[in-house]
């Protein structure tokens, strides 16, 4: 098999990293390595941010206007359309997605830039009135440069998410994709360069998170952090900017849950609840991977969620089934643990999904499973399993089922199942969530919805107008005109 080597991107250019250490990259669908990328250190994100410095201070990018930038973010998205097939096909390998969602997260990326390329010219300041004699201007301006730590569940819809509003601000960037699946983003740097962003706008290093992760977090040319990943990093990560008196976003997962109310419409509900945690293989910040459903409802609902998620099948990307595998042999080693745990501990099973025939032996496949009703206190109910694994939890009224919601320690997305308006309404305003969907349910949906957790699901937003504001800082201008 042919093993290409990856170098970074820095600078407009492809280059060794500086110390010619590699990593192996994998194939989950087969276990088979196909790749090596640079083992970045110290020394390699010092060249990134440095590029970064000089493209945003005194480079081609620090002089754009917004209306340039807005420009070339929308004819990346459009090189990127053109180039899909291809970015689709390095995606499901690099992360065993099936080729549909593959292709769907291609779409997303594109969307992306197409939306942050249409907004770049619309952040405006604002006037404000003051003392007599006074004129006062509040205007946004970049922060400088941002760092950017992906994770690799969603690695090219993630290169979007997080560049797109910096970049259409006009901060420079250095992104640090996760070493488990950064093939996309080391190609998209190169067609950005090609859509004709400048030299140092957009640099990618690859390497492992403790070393290059944790130089990127810790250099001082950094201005603001972007990091999507584990809770336990997302502390290292804030800590390491406190050091240099910076702030990030931190996107750290959920245990997110959907209440279903005795008058829901169950028949609309089964199937997006199955989707909403069969998605990706429940490698999802927000995955709906709770269902509290009202007691006197239990038996049934459970039974036709047995029905649907029985049909769930798990197989390599190019069967493009319901599930690939899980993102590594450590991932799946994790995931495997909760459910034989639940099962150690008596936890009843639901219903089970299946490995189709014709997935490879050595794949990282693990069987999807609904366990309920699960004891409240389990930690089935209350971890982020970031797997195929759906728990369901019954509830006696309203106030029992909102003190479950909030209940974990995470609050990113919830769902209310529901026909009783003043019932959505009073939940709605009462759970902890940075979305909430009523009668419906969009796991990472909506470039334009803005998006973000509370507690141990993080803080700051990213999508929509919010993503803006997170990447770029007031400043007031106060004139004395007399
Ligand atoms: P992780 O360790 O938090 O990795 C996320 C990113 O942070 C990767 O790019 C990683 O680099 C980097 N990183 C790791 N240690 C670092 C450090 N000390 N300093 C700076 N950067 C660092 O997540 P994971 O181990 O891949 O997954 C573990 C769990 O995290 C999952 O089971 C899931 O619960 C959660 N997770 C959540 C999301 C989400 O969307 N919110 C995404 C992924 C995982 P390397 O991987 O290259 O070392
Ligand atoms: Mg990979």
Known sequence: MKIDFHQNFIDGAWIDPVDGGTIPIYEPATGEPFGLIAASGAADVDLAVNAARRAFDDGAWGRTTATERGRLLTRFADLILQNAAELSAIEAKDTGKPQSVADADIAALARYFEFYGGAADKLHGEVIPYLSGYHVNVVREPHGVTGHILPWNYPAQMFGRTLAPSLAVGNATVLKPAEDACASSLRLAELASEAGFPEGAINVVAGTGHVAGAALASHRGVDFMSFTGSPEVGQIIQKLCADHYITCTLELGGKSPHLVFADADLDAAVPVIVKAITQNSGQTCSAGSRVLVERTILDKFAALLAAAFAKVRVGAPEMDL??????????????????????????????????????????????????????????????????????????????????????????????????????????????????LFINCYGAGAGIELPFGGAGKSGHGREKGFAALHDFSKTKTLVFHHG
Do not use: M
């Open 322 to 435: 319901d599930c690939g595998p899980i993102i590594t042999r450590k991932q799946q080693q994790r995931v495997q643990g909760f459910i034989d745990r639940a099962r150690e501990d008596g936890v009843a099973v639901i219903s089970e999904g299946e490995i189709a025939e014709g997935a490879a032996a050595g794949g990282f496949y693990v069987k999807p499973v609904v366990f309920g009703p699960v004891p409240r206190s389990h930690a089935i109910a209350l971890d982020e399993v970031f797997g195929p694994v759906l728990t369901v939890l019954p509830f006696e009224d309203e106030a029992d089922a909102l003190r479950l919601a909030n209940a974990t320690e995470y609050g990113l997305v919830a769902a209310i199942w529901t026909r009783d308006g003043g019932r959505q309404l009073r939940l709605a305003k009462r759970i902890r969530s940075g979305q």
